[in-house]
């Protein structure tokens, strides 16, 4: 088997100091504005911040990994262009990224930066991702969470460049890189502002009998009993009525998050070079608790033992795990 590299979220730079210390081989990270796919308040880094995190996960043997994983308006890739540069000067060890311009003006501009290529992207194909390969240079791509174990594996023999895949974390049911949901109501959008939901429209309103409803936009997205924790605001996970639904009902996908956890030997025999958390917007207990199970678990991995993975689902999305598409599909 491969060795397979344990690549984790870091929002903030306390985040990031958590990820280090508790074991990650590379954190991912972006900066303060609409060049990653985590642009929230509070979250990400300044300059400053990332010369400095780059800095401190270097001196523990750990990579950093900046997100560039939007898309640029028409006209507007000049912030774009300022963050690789930035990037570059820093020292990351590799940039992700989705639009094809980004990765055109890196692969010319800073050759001796890997490029990752994002979930974003989309690319689940083998033909797609050779062609990212091939004209951009690309070491690593970053599957859609829709592929099952021997759809990778097959994959796997088609392509000249490394696989990354998410182990733990958001489910991601809607296919990445072409969610809109969120800009039908804020005029924002994950791909190319990179906010879904933006704090700004979220509203929640608590009533008489307990209850609390959560709104975007001026939009009712979810309703709560009182004994119910509430639930942040985003589209695709709400609960809605309809003629033919007596009560609301989850009509994208309900609020569960991904674990593979039990998988992780046959991701590696599939071919899996580094397996990724998502949780850029959570917090570092969250961090420190999915990180240092995962190290442990890989560890073992590597050793030949059986891997003795703790109890995660304290750390799920409403207390819910799944394993999704990775171990069987029925849809398509």
Known sequence: MSLAELICPAGTPAALRTAVDAGADAVYCGFQ??????????????????????????AKGTNVLLALNTYPPAGQVDLWRQAADAGARFGVD??????????????????????????QAAASSPEAIRYYCE??????????????IP???????????EIETFIFGNHGLMVEGRCSLTNYLTGQSTNMDGVCSPASDVQYQRHENGS?????AGFTIDCFGAEEK???PTICKGRYTAP???????????PV??????????????????FKIEGRQRSKSYVRGVVTAFRKAVDDIRAGRPADMADLVALTEGQKQTQGAFETKKWR
Request: hydrophobic residues 45%; charged residues 20%; neutral net charge.
């Open 244 to 254: 033919h639904r007596k009560e609301g009902y989850y009509a994208f996908e309900e």
């Open 257 to 274: 998050s991904l674990n593979l956890s039990r998988l992780l030997p046959e991701l590696i025999d599939a071919g899996v070079h580094a």
């Open 33 to 58: 504005d609409a060049t990653n796919a985590r642009n929230f308040p509070g979250l990400n880094f300044t300059p400053d911040e990332m010369q400095a995190a780059v800095a401190y996960a270097h």
């Open 94 to 119: 590799a940039f992700i990224v989705a639009d094809m311009g980004v990765a055109d003006y890196i692969a010319r501009t800073h050759p001796q930066v890997r490029l990752h290529l994002s979930v």
């Open 230 to 232: 509430a639930g942040y």
């Open 151 to 161: 759809e990778i594996r097959q994959i796997r023999t088609e392509i000249p460049c």
């Open 135 to 148: 004209n951009f240079g690309v070491k690593r791509v970053v599957l859609p969470r829709i592929l099952t």
């Open 212 to 216: 609390m409803s959560s709104q975007l």
